[in-house]
């Protein structure tokens, strides 16, 4: 082992995603699987918003059309990679133009989710008191009700749109920052306690910011990670269920639940769409979870200091 | 630990004993219940997905329930089996102006009770009871009352004797004598507080003996019935919660007849089996699309002549719902009516029966759009009311018209009950709607689309005076063939407005063994169980 | 020792008091979002024939012509009686029907995939810790990702078309074959009821039906098994207990197996308290899948119905059973696990 007490967080991070050892290192120090994995995420997510960015061009079909002169029906073959449905629509086009939703879709809930989790999550800590314990108690109800549930019957009440899937979606994982940066903020507000003695000039929030951002800055991004993967994962549910997305717009629960009525005729209806969603979804789990183990062993170093 | 290993091992072993155990169970489950006899089976079961929300004839208003209560209560009048025309049934006569049983003035409906009626629990039956029972679904205002309308009030001049007074005259009266609302309750467990939700108490071709909401309802045989007995002795009807459920109960031959509703996209499947037929048959619920005429767009003749060419009716029949459908060119169904025949293809006559995208270019360019002045269109349609094929339908439909080119169509689901507040508020421009026969005859046909009270309840909104004078004419007319000769005026108009665009007649589809027969329906779409059978 | 029983009793009170805020609290959202939905179920109930008077009639009738803060105060005393109305499209009791028909079911499937789960799950887990970062521990760790990833209901259908219709081994829907009546009902469980009654062939008839949705929502569930347990592994075999039992010359196959293995699962019920959410929202697509009617296949079909009672007590009873569940699991911890402080 290096000198690591010396090493600060840019060596560090450098040190653990240096993709020189591939294979040799396999068995060896366990964190350079972390690392491996974490590339192979990401260069799997960087393949599917490539995917979503260039659907037009890579499409060979209109998703909103059926295929001109594609038969109903027909099993994956070179014209059509992945077969077509009833009407004669190309599986294929809508697959790839699917890829859309759900990204944006995610995208917009983390981002939603972000802005009002960690500004209330630090406020809650740093406040404190009752006002504290009434938000930990709003937060930590909705954390323990099923989050699916929820987001179906908020979806279902809010009605369709992406925007309203993207806030029902937000709103189940808004207490997952909340806990997370009010945790920290409240730790550090007891060590600042001790020291308030010895603090000139600094506001206590400006020190309890200062202290509390390298922790969210290593823990956020993880907890990104896996949110946008389960989000990814609740969207293809709520459009499988039939709640959120317009009709017609190529999205793989959509895709999936249709395909089911014509399972015996026509499986590839709904394999095909699954398979991206696995892809994507175990591609942001395999970041976070690989982004976990670098950062941990990093958090409880400085827990300690 | 080596016998904590041991433990795990052997709860493995015993689970895998129990799969084991139970495919082979399954494998040996014998797959039908029949014995092979060449006589009538004794038991018929019919799988179907929809529900039965209630059977008290003051309250039921929905298909399902509507059928069961058929079979087990007797209307003063019910159809020939399989035929739109009237016979009697618990009354003895049909009434008509010919012998005075319906008065001149067409405001007095005179009918004889037969005396042979009883109850399951033995209770006999006279007019009091019919007259009763009538007083109960008008006054419990429940959602069949609304059939009883034109009732004024019911007198009973002599014990079996039963007098109907009207408070306006209605053509279409005598065919509310066929409807279930006119079926005879014990007053005894039927009371005027509330609906009975109890086993029904009844007279008709079955009784009921098993209710599982939800679930199963078997009917037995009614060996009081008056006439001639039903011809299988227990029929069970299973609920399915879905048309894959179905489909496979059918294919796995778990139920010997299964109706409504099957995907028509499993049609194949189910047409490759040796042992299975598909009984098609007319039907009586026409689709159509209600067209906005607040819209200016819809206002201009032209829109609405271009999207009535663009449209492939034969292309959604056959190659979206598989032949469960049939073509349909006016507001019209094509079944007789009491054996005259009212459909005429109006709008086939003027604007051809095939979709004639050359026409319909030259009706969009005359409506003043062109490629730098594009059509936007919505239409809107309800995801699983009528079904799950309808997403596919209006997908269908998009591409017929957006095939004019300078067009766009956008679709609108929305789902029931939205659906109707909306279509009702007039928030549609294009909406696909269905309509089920309340009763038989072709006035149902006429006032909620030809008349301004009526049209704004299908989002339509249209406002025809000629057309409105001849749903009064043919209301107060009781001379039938008169009436035919206004119905198919009617539909001439209807066409030539381009009032609403018919789409299809949805096809009766009745999937059974090979081995049954005598699968009829009335014109109301009630399925006539007495007549149903099984053999060898 | 009298200190620690007289703060448990206050521990499990106040848990018991703390849970009543979070029912009122969920159950609130709900009532509002519910007041904030398009579409009329008084319509939805009626049709669109319906006279306009007859409409508002019944609008009187369920309580909706009421202003919204009287609504509510009727809603909340509802929910704390259990009368939870009926149901705008069956009329039926909302109560009876979900206790005694769907929640049972729901159960049924929880267990039955908790079981598959687990059995799955903890061997797995406890293998990937002992193997750490070899081989093994790379696998396991992937196919817990990987079979976490995958869609419920798509795993679903997929093994539906394997061993529903391709191989035809076991059925691909509903919870018993037609024709087999339901065991008298004691629990609402098939399984348990029918064997309570002596109805073995029904009973292997329920299990047959539960095998692909157990399978289904287990495997999948397995996923997250796996890596907590794996967590909890290796923090116990690093622990100051397991170091001493190895200093004292303990061979490590029995540190792993009696030591280390034992502490390792009394987060185990932690774990499944944490689960239980993510198993009823796993089951309302299992259900939906399969046409299992139970809670979730209610849920959904409530909602594509407009049946805003039926919506609700779904939620309130979704809510006081996690509430329940958790409560109960926080207080076997408090027994359980002597680190735990209160």
């Known amino acids: ?305 | 630990m080596a016998s904590k290993r041991a433990l795990w091992g052997a709860i493995a072993v015993i689970i895998v004993v129990i799969i084991v155990f139970a495919s082979a169970y399954y494998l040996t489950l014998p797959k039908t219940t029949q014995t092979p006899t060449t006589t009538v089976a004794n038991v018929i079961t019919i799988g179907t997905t929809d529900s039965i929300s209630s059977l008290d004839p003051a309250k039921a208003d929905d298909y399902f329930s509507v059928l069961v209560i058929q079979n087990i209560f007797t209307p003063l009048l019910s159809y020939k089996p399989g035929t739109s025309v009237l016979q009697p049934e618990l009354a003895t006569n049909i009434p008509s102006t010919s012998d005075g049983t319906i008065s001149p003035d067409g405001l007095t409906y005179t009918l004889y009770i037969r005396q042979n009626s009883k109850f399951s629990d033995g209770t006999p039956i006279n007019a009091s009871t019919v007259a009763y029972s009538m007083n109960r679904v008008i006054k419990l205002g429940l959602d069949p009352a609304y059939l009883l309308a034109p009732v004024a009030n019911i007198t009973v001049p002599s014990p079996y004797t039963l007098q109907i007074h009207l408070k306006y005259p209605d053509s279409a009266f005598l065919q509310v004598l066929a409807l279930w609302v006119t079926a005879p309750v014990d007053p005894k467990y039927y009371t005027m507080n509330g609906p009975y939700t109890g086993m029904p108490i009844t007279n008709g071709h079955y009784n009921v003996t098993y209710w599982k909401k939800g679930t199963e309802i078997i009917l037995e045989r009614n060996t009081n019935y008056y006439g001639t007995p039903a011809i299988t002795q227990q029929i069970n009807i299973m609920f399915y919660s879905d048309a894959t459920s179905l489909k496979n109960a059918i294919l796995t031959k778990a139920v010997d007849v299964g109706y409504k509703d099957v995907l028509p996209t499993d049609i194949p499947t189910l047409k490759n089996q040796s042992f299975l037929k598909i009984t098609s048959s007319p039907g009586s619920v026409i689709r159509y699309i209600s067209l906005n005429w607040k819209d200016p767009v819809i206002q201009n003749k032209h829109v609405r002549a271009a999207i009535e060419y663009a449209l492939n009716r034969s292309y959604i029949c056959n190659n979206v719902l598989y032949g469960t459908a049939i073509p349909l060119y006016s507001m019209m169904p094509t079944l007789p009516f009491n054996g005259y025949n009212v459909y005429v293809p109006s709008y086939a006559n003027l604007y051809g029966y095939n979709q004639n995208l050359a026409k319909a270019k030259q009706e969009l360019a005359l409506a003043g759009y062109s490629s730098t002045n594009p059509l936007t269109l919505t239409l809107a349609y309800t995801p699983t009311h009528y079904g799950l094929i309808e997403q596919y339908v209006a997908m269908a439909i998009k591409n017929q018209i957006e095939a004019i080119g300078n067009v766009t169509v956008n679709l609108n689901p929305v789902e029931t009950p939205a659906y109707w507040d909306d279509l009702m508020a007039g928030q549609f421009q294009m909406a696909m709607v269905g309509w089920y026969p309340d009763y038989w005859d072709p006035d149902d046909y006429m006032a909620t689309f030809y008349d301004p009270a009526g049209t704004p309840t299908i989002g339509s909104f249209y406002n025809n005076s000629v057309m409105h004078n001849l749903t009064v004419q043919e209301e107060f007319t009781i001379n039938m063939s008169k009436r035919v000769q206004i119905f198919q005026e009617a539909q001439n108009i209807s066409a030539q407005d381009i009032a609403f665009i018919p789409l299809y007649e949805n096809n009766l589809m009745v999937y059974s063994l090979k081995t049954v027969s005598g699968i009829e329906f009335d014109p109301m779409l009630t399925f006539q169980l007495w007549v149903l059978q099984k053999t060898g | 020792m009298a200190e620690r029983r007289g703060s448990i009793k206050t521990y499990i009170i106040s848990r018991i008091i703390l849970a009543i805020p979070m029912l009122i609290i969920i159950t609130s959202f709900v009532f509002f979002i519910m007041r904030v939905a398009p579409g009329d179920p008084v319509t939805a109930m009626l049709g669109p024939h319906a006279p306009l008077a007859y409409k508002e009639k019944l609008r009187e009738e369920l309580g909706l012509t009421l202003p919204l803060y009287q609504q509510y105060f009727n809603y909340l005393a509802q929910v704390f009686t259990l009368n939870l109305g009926s149901s705008l499209t069956t009329g039926d009791s909302v109560a009876t029907d979900i206790f005694v028909y769907y929640f049972p079911a729901t159960l049924e499937l929880t267990i039955f995939s908790t079981i598959v789960a687990l059995a799955v799950g903890i061997p797995l887990g406890k293998l990937a810790a002992v193997k750490r970062d070899k081989k093994a521990d790379v696998i396991i760790r992937l196919f817990g990702i990987i079979i976490y990833a995958l869609p419920i209901y798509w795993f679903g259908f997929m093994l539906q078309l394997l061993f529903g219709y391709y191989m035809g081994i076991f059925p691909t829907g509903g919870r018993l074959s037609p024709g087999v009546t339901p065991p008298p009902h004691i629990t609402g469980l098939y399984t348990i009821d029918s064997l309570l009654s002596g109805q073995f062939s029904t009973f292997l008839d329920a299990l047959w039906h539960l095998a692909l949705p157990s399978i289904t929502l287990g495997l999948i569930l397995s996923g997250v098994f796996i890596r907590t347990i794996r967590v909890n592994m290796l923090n116990t075999l690093q622990s100051d207990y397991v170091q001493a039992a190895r200093a004292r010359g303990i061979e490590e196959r029995d540190v792993v197996n009696r030591h280390a293995y034992r502490n390792a699962l009394v987060p185990v019920i932690t774990i499944m308290g944490m689960e239980i959410a993510l198993l009823f929202a796993g089951a309302v697509l299992t259900e939906t899948t399969y046409s299992f009617k139970g809670m979730g296949f209610l849920l959904v079909w409530s909602i594509q119905n407009r049946d805003y009672t039926m919506v609700q007590g779904a939620v309130i009873i979704y809510s006081i059973f996690i509430i329940l569940f958790s409560v109960i699991i926080d207080i076997i911890n408090a027994y359980i696990d002597p680190r735990i402080r209160y």
């Open chain 1, 1 to 305: 082992m290096k000198n690591e007490e010396n090493e600060n967080l840019m060596e560090y991070l450098k040190r653990k995603f240096m993709v020189n050892w591939l294979f040799g290192s396999l068995s060896r120090e366990g964190k350079s699987t972390s690392a491996i994995l974490v590339w192979v995420g990401f260069f799997i997510l960087i393949f599917f918003i490539v995917i979503a960015v260039f659907a037009p061009y890579i499409a060979p079909y209109n998703p909103l059309k059926p295929a001109p002169g594609a038969p109903s029906f027909s099993p994956p073959s070179l014209k059509y990679p992945m077969g077509t449905d009833l009407l004669g629509y190309d599986l294929y086009s809508r697959v790839i133009w699917g890829s859309r939703i759900p990204l944006e879709v995610s995208a917009l809930s983390i981002f939603f989710s972000l802005i009002i989790g960690m500004p209330v999550g630090l406020f809650s800590g740093f406040i404190g008191g009752k006002i504290d314990r009434v938000l930990v108690m709003i937060m930590d109800s909705i954390y323990a009700f099923p989050g699916l549930i929820l987001a179906i019957v908020m979806t279902a009440l809010l009605g369709p749109g992406l925007i309203n899937v993207a806030v029902s979606i937000a709103v189940v994982y808004i207490p997952l920052y909340f806990r997370t940066v009010r945790n920290h903020t409240m730790s550090v507000k007891q060590e600042l306690y001790v020291e308030s003695g010895r603090a000139m000039g600094a506001s206590r929030f400006q020190l309890i910011a200062r202290f509390i951002a390298p922790n969210v800055i290593l823990t956020v991004p993880v907890l990104i990670s896996l949110n946008a993967a389960d989000a990814i994962l609740t969207e293809a549910s709520l459009s499988f269920l039939g709640l959120g997305i317009p009709p017609l717009t190529p999205d793989w629960g959509r895709e999936i639940s249709d395909g089911s009525y014509y399972l015996q005729q026509a499986p590839w209806l709904a394999f095909f769409p699954g398979i991206f969603i696995v892809l994507l979804v175990v591609a942001l789990s395999l970041i976070g979870e690989g982004l976990n183990d670098i950062v941990n062993p990093l958090i409880k170093r400085r827990e300690t200091l």
